[in-house]
């Protein structure tokens, strides 16, 4: 379990008027202990830790709860503090008893240390994770996917196996997580225009985007790492590993049991199931996170092309007169409107029409269409005897062995007229049909029943029986029962 005595109220920290600041505190630690900011070591002692909190504390803001549910959401001891150490301390405590950190006291010098747990580092990781400003490579994974296969396939080291598995999996997550950002950066586009209504900074969004994150990830996406470009390569290292010789493949199948014996199943091989499931993942990735994404980005390109003609539209519009002149011609009389219609079209005398330019005019060449003979020999359309008795044969077979679900539920239901249950060994068989139906009568308990109220109900005997038609078959009792309706 998860939710056990150590982490029964793990998320207990991320509510109240404090989430923000506990969010930013544990972000801060996480930088200090294992990025490029790290500069105390593995663990930390309490003014260490108070000093990076009170740092994080300055940064984030308190979030406003609403009076009415204060006094429910708002977690029993969260008030003012009179100092940021004594916030800071407070958030400690907290994050303790529920189980993001944890504190360690040396027996020797009888010093406590502060670090974090294992479930409270992995937690703490997708606050970092998603910071725009942290640079991520997120489009070599199909590359390194065929690498570490080609390392494994020469050099039989199953580590780079174990690498092209995981490797393989983060391809569907970019994947996703692209989507994702080009679902969200629509519905932000569309947020923005309808909150500001500014067409240059919609503009400029659209192609900061575009030229940031389009031009150096989805490009390369698209091309040089394309799971099209690649898959072919990838199936093939996969069979080549297939053929390799059987003591090859023993050493290698050996040597994963060992490094993974919680995912042996009996009777399965550990080294087709991973080879298996890297090329499903390609597959999936090419047919139908490759569409998806494609998709997705003409989505949010149309969905941007339109919000930016409409908002040019109505700008070009703000500054035409036109309508505030019919507005006020319309409540003028209609001998004032005359005049001054009069003298506008005096104005206008000046114009002068011309000719076209005979430059400008170009003739296009008709296109012509294209005849098609479709009348057909009437010799071309006969079948000869032999060819029709195949097919008609071919016909009679193809329909002797169906059986459709219809069939076996009326020959079901009819076995059940005379009684309220039967026994499968005691299903009447007059001809072919009862025959097929009968051996499939175990069918009608799947979800095909269409009805609300009755359903066929199958319990096995776990007794074996034989007749004439099966030497041994599993025998079943088979009931029509009523569900009552709950409403």
């Known amino acids: ?124 990781q997708p606050f970092v994770e998603t910071d725009s400003t942290r640079v991520r490579t997120r489009h070599r994974n199909t590359r390194n996917t065929r690498n570490s296969l080609q390392a494994f396939c020469d050099s039989g080291e199953v580590h780079d196996l174990l690498d092209a598995y995981e490797c393989s999996e983060r391809i569907i997550s970019d994947f996703t997580d692209i989507i994702a950002e080009l679902e969200e950066r629509k519905r932000q586009l569309v947020r923005e225009v309808e909150a500001r209504q500014l067409v240059q900074q919609a503009s400029d969004q659209f192609f900061e985007f575009m030229e940031k994150r389009f031009q150096p990830d989805l490009s390369v996406r698209l091309s040089a790492d394309s799971v099209e470009k690649y898959r072919d390569e990838i199936a093939e290292l996969v069979r080549k590993i297939r053929r390799k010789r059987k003591e090859w493949k023993a050493q290698a199948e050996f040597r994963l049991r060992e490094l993974m014996p919680e995912h042996v199943v009996e009777g399965q091989s550990l080294l087709w199931n991973l080879l298996d499931t890297i090329d499903a993942r390609l597959r999936n990735a090419s047919e139908v996170m490759l569409p998806a994404l494609r998709k997705a980005l003409h989505s949010f390109t149309q969905r941007a092309d339109i919000i930016i003609r409409q908002l040019s539209y109505l700008a070009v519009q703000q500054h035409s007169d036109v309508l505030d002149i019919c507005k006020a011609l319309s409540k003028l009389p209609a001998d004032e409107q005359a005049s001054r219609l009069q003298a506008a079209g005096d104005q206008l005398l000046s114009l002068q029409a011309g000719f076209v330019d005979p430059a400008q005019v170009r003739l296009h060449t008709p296109r012509q269409s294209r005849l098609i003979t479709s009348v057909f020999d009437d010799d071309d359309l006969g079948f000869d ?103």
């Open 1 to 124: 379990m998860f939710f056990d005595d150590q982490r029964q109220h793990f998320f207990k920290p991320l509510i109240g008027k404090y989430r923000e600041v506990v969010v930013q505190c544990l972000r801060l630690l996480y930088q200090r202990l294992y990025t490029d900011l790290r500069d105390y070591g593995y663990s930390l002692n309490r003014d260490q830790l108070m000093d990076i909190f009170q740092e994080a504390i300055a940064r984030a803001p308190v979030l406003d709860i609403d009076v009415e549910s204060e006094a429910e959401s708002e977690p029993a001891g969260e008030g003012r503090f009179k100092s940021q150490r004594e916030l800071a301390t407070f958030i400690l405590n907290r994050l303790i008893e529920a189980g993001w950190l944890e504190k360690q006291v040396d027996d020797a010098t009888l010093q406590s240390t502060f670090g974090f747990s294992r479930a409270g580092r992995l937690f703490t």
């Open 385 to 487: 005897v032999d060819a029709r008795k195949e097919l008609y044969v071919q016909q009679l077979l193809d329909q002797a062995f169906m059986v459709s679900d219809t069939t076996v539920r009326n020959y079901v239901r009819e076995a059940l007229t005379a009684v309220g249950q039967v026994d499968t060994r005691h299903l009447p068989v007059q001809n072919a049909r009862d025959l097929l139906a009968a051996a499939h009568a175990i069918e009608v308990a799947s979800d095909s029943n269409l009805s609300s109220e009755l359903r066929f109900e199958v319990t096995p005997n776990g007794e074996v029986a034989s007749n004439d038609y099966f030497q041994r078959f599993d025998t079943f009792t088979i009931k029509l029962v009523s569900e009552e309706r709950s409403d």
